[in-house]
């Protein structure tokens, strides 16, 4: 038995009902979906009308479940999706990958994993690059990539990034996948290669929730800067072509996310300076209010030096940085 896996989005909705309506009741392999989704999400909307609009049943992953054909498992909010051996469901509150959970990538991996060649990764619409290093993994395992074309999708710069990186085996707009998907259900799977070492070690990472220092250890060298989740050391990975970074807790980030998760870390720590920077400033205009002589003087002195510093960080926070780049899904 085949499986399919699709990551997503910002455009998200769109393009799961763009596909899902394609499929035939029939149809030979699970979906497994992950689309980013709010931790305070419920994931409600999406389920409802992938069952009103398409002729497979969807549900929400539970952990432990047994896969079957023709059914949809949706990853629930604030929890991983993976699959074991098995066929048994994985659903983890592991730690956040791409600062997102459920994350792409982790999915992606423990498909090619586990189903090598029989494994089909769709990836659509969406900002940043989450599922790019999980496709390539789909790749290396014998399985079957696709990417939606980026003129085809709401927001193109998910598939780009992929597609910078790698060449799938399709790159089709959204209203050919299904019938790609039917033809590729009736063939024969390509080789299947040796399941690679350090893809292993990343599934098994995202399957804990306690740190696992050896495993991370092994897959690259420290750098010197910290994980914005957890503030722990950090690991550049030496496997595949994009640059991509892991701490030993699970986290883990390509560096277009880890630069904007740097810069949206700053950005708090520069509102909360400000903040008090204008708190300081106040209480020394009223000690120069109401004291006299040289302290009247030296509190209105430091009042005037902190409202150059609140100049500045105002400066600062004003500028605007394309790094922050926002992911919701819409």
Request: overall charge positive; proline content about 6%.
């Amino acid at each position: 038995m085949y499986i399919v896996v699709v990551g997503t989005s910002a455009g998200g909705m769109k393009s799961l009902v763009a596909l899902v309506e394609q499929l035939p009741e029939d149809f030979p392999a699970p979906l497994l979906i992950v689309q980013h989704i709010s931790a305070d999400a419920t994931g409600e909307v999406l389920l409802k009308k992938l069952n009103k609009i398409g002729k497979l049943k969807c549900i929400h992953a539970k952990q432990g479940g047994i896969i079957q054909a023709g059914h949809i498992y949706l990853a629930p909010s604030d929890h991983h999706l993976m699959i074991e051996k098995k066929g048994r469901l994985v659903v983890s509150k592991g730690a956040q990958e791409n600062r997102s959970r459920p994350a792409i990538d982790p999915l992606f991996r423990s498909a090619a994993a586990c189903f090598g060649n029989r494994t089909v990764g769709i990836l659509l619409s969406g900002n940043l690059d989450d599922g790019t290093a999980g496709l390539i993994a789909i790749q290396k395992c014998g399985g079957t990539s696709i990417i939606q074309d980026p003129s085809d999708a709401d927001y193109p710069d998910m598939p780009k990034n992929a597609l910078n990186q790698m060449k799938p085996d399709f790159c089709i707009p959204i209203v050919e996948i299904g019938g790609v998907l039917s033809t590729l259900m009736t063939r024969k799977p390509k080789k299947q290669p040796a399941i690679p070492v350090d893809i292993l070690k990343e599934v098994k990472i995202a399957e804990r929730v306690l740190s696992d220092l050896p495993s991370v250890n092994s897959l690259g060298e420290q750098v010197p800067f910290n994980c914005p989740g957890c503030g722990g050391v950090l690991w550049k990975m030496n496997k595949g072509p994009g640059l991509r970074y892991r701490c030993h807790t699970g986290h883990a980030y390509t560096a277009e996310v880890l630069l904007a998760e740097q810069t949206k870390k700053i950005e708090e720590t520069m509102w909360t300076a400000l903040r008090m920077f204008e708190e300081r400033k106040n209480l020394l205009t009223t000690i120069a209010k109401e004291q006299k002589g040289a302290v009247a003087a030296s509190a209105n002195e430091r009042a005037k030096m902190s409202q150059v510093h609140i100049d500045r960080i105002r400066a600062v926070l004003l500028t605007d940085d394309k790094s922050n780049i926002s992911d919701s899904p819409v």
